[in-house]
């Protein structure tokens, strides 16, 4: 890219910016690190710094600056990092739309978005096709925050996989499979011993539960109270993994979707199903349009489809 655009009024004088430099601008914001850049591109230290040094004087602003022993961005960086992700994008996109991407040559990070349970899933199966395949790509599993944020469309994130129950038109959503919420115990729980009803469920031992935002209340409750019962919930955690641990250890009983059965097998514990009627966890990922036609998210989206495509089909 040798020409050169002119940007919208920020935080400095408006001038010419050389679209070269916006690659190198992307690298930097993901990375908050000229180190970190300069081994992304194949650079020395000091050139990358001379890059930095022409970035901030064509935005007029200093993008990253530091704090301690490290680098964070500027609150108009912050304001600018999806669209520039996005412009980098669309590039890559153009030009490789006319011949197939040799994906061993690409150098990227993607970002997937999700649950704990689901990095611990997907991470070493993803990573070993990575490895294969495209050695080039980094994947970064960001975990899911108390709050909500669109972080597809903000380009914090490039792929989001679990339960979407966004709505927001300018994403895409692809159903893959369809799970339930199953009951574990330690190895050796009183639970396991005779039959199991859903007053023994719900009175036998105390519960813990799962939630982001602390929630102590959730389905489980609503189903328990239509029987006229309820349970004792005496903590919560914000993710599958961490509660798992709290089980093993303790005479609680947990909840976990089926597919963290391979972590909940290497802790010893037990999963049983939940004598209730609860929801079914439709499992799908996620994406902004901007990356349909990008040959490197296509083949990763292919990735997840086959690696997490598993159980009960969507639908049934």
């Known amino acids: 890219m040798t020409q050169s655009a002119r940007r919208p009024p920020g935080p400095g004088p408006a001038t010419g910016l050389d679209l070269n430099l916006l690659a190198a601008l992307d690298v930097l914001l993901e990375e908050e690190s000229v180190r970190g850049a300069a081994q992304r591109l194949h650079l020395s230290e000091p050139a990358m710094s001379r890059t930095l040094g022409r970035i901030r004087k064509a935005l007029g602003d200093p993008v990253l600056v530091r704090a301690g022993r490290r680098m964070v961005p500027t609150p108009y960086a912050l304001s600018v990092r ?32 999700g649950q704990d349970s689901i990095a611990a899933l997907l991470g070493p199966r993803l990573l070993a096709r990575v490895l294969e395949e495209a050695p080039g ?127 909940t097998d290497a802790l010893g514990l037990v999963t049983f199903p939940v004598p209730l009627d609860l929801p079914p966890l439709a499992l799908a990922m996620a994406w902004h349009p901007r990356l349909d036609a990008d040959p490197a998210h296509r083949w990763l989206r292919g990735c997840v489809r086959e690696l997490m495509g598993v159980g009960e089909q969507p639908g049934r």
């Open 82 to 113: 999806a669209e520039v992700g996005a412009v980098v994008e669309r590039a890559r996109a153009l030009f490789a739309a006319h011949g197939e991407q040799d994906l061993r040559a690409v150098e990227r990070t993607f970002t997937v978005h």
């Open 137 to 263: 790509l980094r994947i970064r599993f960001l975990g899911e925050s108390h709050l909500d944020a669109p972080v597809l469309r903000e380009g914090t994130a490039d792929l989001e996989v679990g339960v979407i129950d966004s709505t927001a038109p300018e994403v895409r959503v692809e159903p893959l499979s369809v799970d339930r919420m199953r009951g574990v115990v330690r190895a050796g729980h009183p639970l396991l011993k005779g039959k199991l009803t859903v007053r023994r469920f719900a009175q036998s031992a105390e519960h813990l539960t799962v939630s982001r935002r602390g929630k102590l209340h959730g389905p489980v409750d609503e189903a328990l109270a239509e029987r006229g019962l309820s349970r004792r919930v005496v903590g919560a955690v914000a993710s599958f993994p961490a509660s798992l641990f709290l089980v093993r250890d303790t005479d609680l009983i947990g909840l976990v979707p089926g597919w963290s059965t391979p972590m």
